[in-house]
């Protein structure tokens, strides 16, 4: 980029009290906030998706309390929650059987009453009308590609990727330099492994003293089912089968409006085995006697897949550094033993929205906002994370010692336990060998029920502009073959829920790594499950990538 900017440029920059990378659940509560609070602040959001939403993946069930604080009046202005959970099934799956937990064994986590089964994108769209009818400026389809700093380096802003460049890294004939934008205060919200956040975290050493982040997958379809079946409002989690004991990992199946049907599976990405395919697993789950009944006579719509972040508050970065912020997912604010992160997301956006209101009040600019950590410390948001640090620490120890360890923290000590476990292993880093397994024989799919990934990509509506540079790179090009294909069995051609990679063979027999990133969802799993960590996920041209409805 720096090359194009010193061939072609200056680029044009605009100025704002705060710019907002990224157009989720957080990035608007945060824009929407500002301008409640002061409606002279100028405010800009970029969105790399083609339009908001459009990268927008989640379960989701909804914890009404954020947005209750943010909107009241949410109801009467149209908001997309429309079917409140009417009940609530756990399941532990054998292969041919699934055990229902009688409700007075629940812990309160698992609880839904008040809560909505919603499409989060849907949601956020109808978050990006209330912010824009507030006079925020919204820029869909411009990616935050690179962080701009000033002399004392602090954070200045960010450069939106330039348009029309080439595979080769030339400018082809459409070719647009990128666009700065200056802010007083920048806040990262592009979700869980923002590319710049992970960046921001290296550079100001936000991770110190703190235990790994930690991640899953979560694949997801959408599927309009038979009315006969169709029960709004029903939330059904599965544990157990197809995934063995050790590996972490369940779904959810939730019935929202329309005969509609969201069904998804997480696999928590500290697994060892190489073999595994979350991908693969996610479609044997389907085959389950419990679950496909649901699915006879249904048609699948639309699929995607994201990671997502799990490690909790023993794992959220420092939230704050010169001249910005991290919010939502980006920080890793995800409650993962709710299984719900939208409110936590748009409850830290409100919290840093608070503190760059006071700071621009002030005259402060480019400083560290201080006052965000220390309100988290002190919310609500802080609290149910607190009583939730250590579902996941325990759910490591294998699904049955896990589980009852679990129950204990959440029903006997309610999350108060006077002790907080701790993990110290990246995922990345779990993987072993793979001598040290069989290869894992999956179902080839029926075409009904299950699907291979390249027609799953294909109603993810994902496109990326042909001739544009690969945005999934590598440190080095030998590591894939020499060390990953050797060692583990080529991890990243099953990890990989889109089919981008593939080992194929030379004219002269020898193994390559191919990547296929017309057919990246953004999903990140690469960047964070590669046991090297040398493929690095980059921001493609802006627009580029799915385009989920109603996800």
């Given at each position: 980029?720096?090359?194009?900017?010193?061939?072609?440029?200056?680029?044009?920059?605009?100025?704002?009290?705060?710019?907002?990378?990224?157009?989720?659940p957080?990035?608007?509560a945060?824009?929407?906030?500002?301008?409640?609070?002061?409606?002279?602040?100028?405010?800009?959001?970029?969105?790399?998706?083609?339009?908001?939403?459009?990268?927008?993946?989640?379960?989701?069930?909804?914890?009404?309390?954020?947005?209750?604080?943010?909107?009241?009046n949410?109801?009467?202005?149209?908001?997309?929650?429309?079917?409140?959970?009417?009940?609530?099934?756990?399941?532990?799956?054998?292969?041919?059987?699934?055990?229902?937990?009688?409700?007075?064994?629940?812990?309160k986590?698992?609880?839904?009453?008040?809560?909505?089964?919603?499409s989060?994108?849907?949601?956020?769209?109808?978050?990006?009308?209330?912010?824009e009818?507030?006079?925020?400026?919204?820029?869909?389809g411009?990616?935050?590609?690179?962080?701009?700093?000033?002399?004392?380096?602090?954070v200045k802003?960010?450069?939106?990727?330039?348009?029309?460049?080439?595979?080769?890294?030339?400018?082809?004939?459409?070719?647009?330099?990128?666009?700065?934008?200056?802010?007083?205060?920048?806040?990262?919200?592009?979700?869980?492994?923002?590319?710049?956040?992970?960046?921001?975290?290296?550079?100001?050493?936000?991770?110190?003293g703190?235990?790994?982040?930690?991640?899953?997958i979560?694949?997801?379809?959408?599927?309009?089912?038979?009315?006969?079946k169709?029960?709004?409002?029903?939330?059904?989690?599965?544990?157990?089968?197809?995934?063995?004991?050790?590996?972490?990992?369940?779904?959810?199946?939730?019935?929202?409006?329309?005969?509609?049907?969201?069904?998804?599976?997480?696999?928590?990405?500290?697994?060892?085995?190489p073999?595994?395919?979350?991908?693969?697993?996610?479609?044997?789950?389907?085959?389950?006697?419990?679950?496909?009944?649901?699915?006879?006579?249904?048609?699948?719509?639309?699929?995607?897949?994201?990671?997502?972040?799990?490690?909790?508050?023993?794992?959220?970065?420092?939230?704050v550094?010169?001249?910005?912020?991290?919010?939502?997912?980006?920080?890793?604010?995800?409650?993962?033993?709710?299984?719900?992160?939208?409110?936590?997301?748009?409850?830290?956006?409100?919290?840093?929205?608070?503190?760059?209101?006071?700071?621009?009040?002030?005259?402060?600019?480019?400083?560290?906002?201080?006052?965000?950590?220390?309100?988290?410390?002190?919310?609500?948001?802080?609290?149910?994370?607190?009583?939730?640090r250590?579902?996941?620490?325990?759910?490591?120890?294998?699904?049955?010692?896990?589980?009852?360890?679990?129950?204990?923290?959440?029903?006997?000590?309610?999350?108060?336990?006077?002790?907080?476990?701790?993990?110290?292993?990246?995922?990345?880093a779990?993987?072993?060998?793979?001598?040290?397994?069989?290869?894992?024989?999956?179902?080839?799919?029926?075409?009904?029920?299950?699907?291979?990934?390249?027609?799953?990509?294909?109603?993810?509506?994902?496109?990326?502009a042909?001739?544009?540079?690969?945005?999934?790179?590598?440190?080095?090009?030998?590591?894939?073959?020499?060390?990953?294909?050797?060692?583990?069995?080529?991890?990243?051609?099953?990890y990989?829920?889109?089919?981008?990679?593939?080992?194929?063979?030379?004219?002269?027999?020898?193994?390559?790594?191919?990547?296929?990133?017309?057919?990246?969802?953004?999903?990140?799993t690469?960047?964070?499950?590669?046991?090297?960590?040398?493929?690095?996920?980059?921001?493609?041209?802006?627009?580029?990538?799915?385009?989920?409805?109603?996800?």
């Open positions: 980029m720096s090359n194009l900017v010193e061939q072609y440029g200056p680029r044009e920059a605009m100025e704002y009290d705060v710019v907002i990378v990224g157009g989720g957080a990035g608007l945060a824009a929407i906030k500002i301008k409640q609070l002061n409606a002279d602040t100028s405010v800009v959001v970029l969105e790399k998706g083609g339009e908001l939403g459009a990268h927008i993946l989640s379960g989701a069930v909804m914890d009404p309390k954020a947005i209750t604080e943010l909107i009241p949410w109801k009467e202005l149209g908001a997309p929650l429309n079917t409140e959970v009417t009940e609530d099934r756990v399941l532990f799956l054998t292969e041919s059987k699934a055990y229902k937990t009688p409700n007075f064994m629940l812990p986590c698992f609880e839904n009453h008040g809560n909505y089964v919603i989060l994108g849907n949601v956020v769209r109808w978050l990006g009308q209330q912010a009818a507030l006079g925020v400026e919204i820029f869909p411009f990616t935050g590609a690179e962080i701009l700093y000033n002399d004392d380096g602090s802003g960010v450069a939106t990727g330039n348009m029309g460049v080439k595979r080769d890294g030339e400018p082809g004939p459409d070719f647009q330099l990128g666009m700065e934008l200056h802010g007083k205060y920048t806040l990262f919200a592009e979700g869980a492994r923002g590319h710049l956040g992970k960046q921001l975290m290296a550079k100001y050493d936000l991770n110190k703190k235990d790994p982040q930690s991640y899953g979560g694949i997801k379809e959408l599927w309009e089912i038979d009315p006969s169709h029960k709004p409002g029903l939330v059904i989690h599965t544990t157990g089968w197809p995934l063995d004991s050790k590996t972490y990992g369940g779904s959810f199946l939730y019935h929202m409006e329309n005969n509609q049907v969201m069904v998804g599976y997480v696999v928590g990405l500290d697994y060892e085995n073999y595994l395919s979350p991908y693969e697993e996610f479609q044997r789950y389907k085959t389950h006697p419990e679950i496909r009944t649901f699915f006879e006579g249904a048609k699948r719509i639309s699929y995607g897949a994201r990671a997502i972040t799990a490690g909790g508050l023993q794992s959220l970065p420092k939230l550094f010169p001249g910005g912020a991290l919010i939502g997912c980006d920080a890793g604010f995800l409650n993962m033993s709710r299984i719900k992160g939208s409110h936590a997301a748009i409850k830290s956006g409100m919290l840093a929205a608070e503190a760059v209101v006071a700071a621009l009040g002030a005259g402060r600019a480019a400083d560290e906002l201080a006052a965000y950590p220390t309100a988290f410390e002190q919310s609500w948001l802080h609290e149910e994370l607190h009583v939730a250590n579902v996941k620490p325990w759910l490591k120890k294998g699904l049955y010692l896990g589980s009852l360890m679990t129950g204990i923290d959440q029903i006997v000590f309610r999350g108060k336990a006077p002790w907080t476990l701790h993990h110290s292993t990246p995922d990345h779990a993987l072993r060998p793979a001598a040290e397994f069989a290869p894992i024989t999956y179902p080839k799919p029926d075409g009904k029920l299950t699907f291979d990934r390249l027609s799953s990509v294909f109603i993810s509506n994902t496109n990326h042909e001739d544009q540079p690969i945005h999934l790179t590598l440190k080095d090009n030998s590591v894939p073959v020499n060390v990953n294909l050797a060692k583990y069995a080529g991890p990243e051609s099953r990989c829920p889109a089919g981008v990679y593939e080992f194929v063979k030379t004219d002269e027999g020898q193994d390559r790594l191919q990547i296929n990133a017309q057919n990246c969802v953004h999903c990140k690469c960047d964070i499950k590669d046991p090297t960590q040398n493929i690095v996920w980059v921001t493609p041209e802006g627009g580029g990538g799915p385009n989920y409805p109603n996800m």
